[in-house]
């Protein structure tokens, strides 16, 4: 049984009376060099930096040589002096709770909310590795999104890892929030990674809201806070995901956004020297995204599941930049979200000719495949020839099947936005009743 004040002790007891310290030797490059802290700081300690002035400068770690370690600070480098004082630590143990569901945390594990933050009974290292691939089980069940589309062409299973693609302004966040309200889970995880710091508050009161918030942990590193507090939020925000899987709980994780973690680590990595190589970005950036994503998914035979859906900032719906294109080949599956389906007004603006469930065939019966091929069939048909349908040049009776796409093409359009709480059959079934309206028999 958990006992908070035994916690609290055991913290107590082993916090350090005493904590080395190092100077200031030189500072280049957006960053500082420091002595007298060899064979003691490792790779993402603490530092705080006391100036002349009286005031305090906290950073990290991010590269050690024989003699010397190098401070990324978090903020301004003026009046910083050679032979200022370097106090080092740790970085506080991260503990997380049961008690953090419906609670906003930052990536240290503190609260966000104003009232106290109880920490958990186990430390969790927050850069974990993923559970043994042998032993890890298959993508379990389908499960019940509260949206049609992702009931029928796209479905999503247990443990199953998804990247979302979007533009800015094109409705991800809403996606997001209607996966975290309603999809079929014991626990929602939501890592906030860069967030505009006016959004954060909206995007919990308003678009979450409280229905969405008694299941979910937060972890928020606004786009303000230094690159180590966003590239942390992505990792504690797994931490979380994995304190709950551990116990046998269906975990719902969300990441918004996965390239604002990749341009958090651009930042790190050029002030420790990396040079880019995948435009701008440094080769360590994939291992990043790979070792995050491999931390999601089934877990062994006596955990639960991480479900996580990833999303992606694509300029100019370029799906070949180089985040998107490493996170394509590592997940399974993608949903792609256009701005021309957004600018005619219908959401979420799912593009289903262009999205992927790696889950299908597997997910669905025979006769719900059926349904699927026919569906995607009558789609790709209509969207081949949608210049010549709007121009007037299609004429009726030249093709079968672009007649039956055209015939219930709004019906299929509407269906692809259309809210569907009473579950997977029921949105099949409407499915299949658009289908038969086609003609030529579906099911």
Request: with cysteine; proline share 6%.
């Amino acid at each position: 049984m958990y006992q908070p004040l035994a916690t609290l002790q055991k913290q107590v007891k082993e916090a350090s009376v005493s904590r080395p310290i190092g100077r200031v030797r030189a500072v280049a490059g957006g960053r500082i060099e420091l002595g007298g802290l060899a064979g003691i700081a490792g790779i993402g300690d603490h530092l705080k930096l006391k100036r002349q002035d009286g005031t305090v400068l906290s950073g990290e770690v991010v590269q050690i040589t024989a003699d010397s370690t190098w401070m990324l600070p978090d903020g301004a480098l003026e009046q910083v002096s050679i032979n200022d004082a370097v106090l080092w630590s740790k970085p506080p143990a991260f503990a997380p709770c049961d008690s953090w569901i419906g609670r906003m945390i930052d990536p240290m594990g503190a609260p966000l909310d104003g009232r106290p933050l109880l920490q958990g009974p186990k430390v969790r290292r927050i850069v974990a590795s993923p559970p043994a691939a042998a032993l890890r089980r298959p993508m379990g069940d389908r499960l019940a999104t509260g949206l049609s589309v992702f009931n029928t062409l796209l479905p999503i299973v247990k443990g199953q890892r998804l990247g979302l693609f979007a533009g800015s302004g094109v409705g991800k966040s809403s996606l997001l929030s209607q996966f975290a309200r309603n999809m079929d889970a014991d626990v929602v995880v939501i890592a906030l990674i860069g967030e505009r710091g006016r959004e954060v508050n909206d995007f919990v009161k308003r678009v979450l809201g409280p229905e969405g918030m008694k299941r979910s942990v937060i972890v928020v590193a606004t786009s303000d806070q230094p690159a180590t507090m966003r590239r942390r939020c992505a990792w504690s925000a797994m931490a979380v995901a994995e304190h709950f899987r551990d116990q046998g709980k269906n975990v719902l994780f969300l990441a918004d956004s996965i390239t604002r973690l990749a341009e958090a680590h651009r930042e790190i990595a050029s002030a420790a020297g990396e040079a880019p190589a995948l435009r701008g970005y440094p080769p360590s950036v994939t291992p990043l995204l790979t070792g995050l994503c491999e931390r999601a998914g089934p877990g062994q035979q006596d955990m639960g599941d991480i479900t996580a859906i990833f999303s992606v900032l694509v300029p100019g719906s370029d799906l070949e930049e180089p985040v998107a294109d490493i996170l394509r080949g590592t997940l399974d599956g993608h949903i792609v979200l256009s701005r021309d389906i957004a600018e005619r007004g219908r959401f979420p603006a799912v593009d289903v000719a262009k999205s992927v469930s790696r889950s299908l065939p597997d997910a669905a019966t025979e006769k719900e495949n059926q349904i699927i091929g026919r569906s995607r069939k009558l789609l790709g048909a209509y969207e081949k020839s949608e210049v010549m349908i709007r121009a007037g040049l299609y004429q009726e009776g030249t093709d079968s099947t672009l007649d039956s796409a055209v015939l219930i093409w709004d019906e299929l359009d509407e269906f692809f936005a259309k809210p569907d709480v009473q579950g997977i059959s029921n949105s099949f079934d409407h499915l299949s009743l658009i289908l038969r309206r086609a003609g030529n028999g579906a099911t």
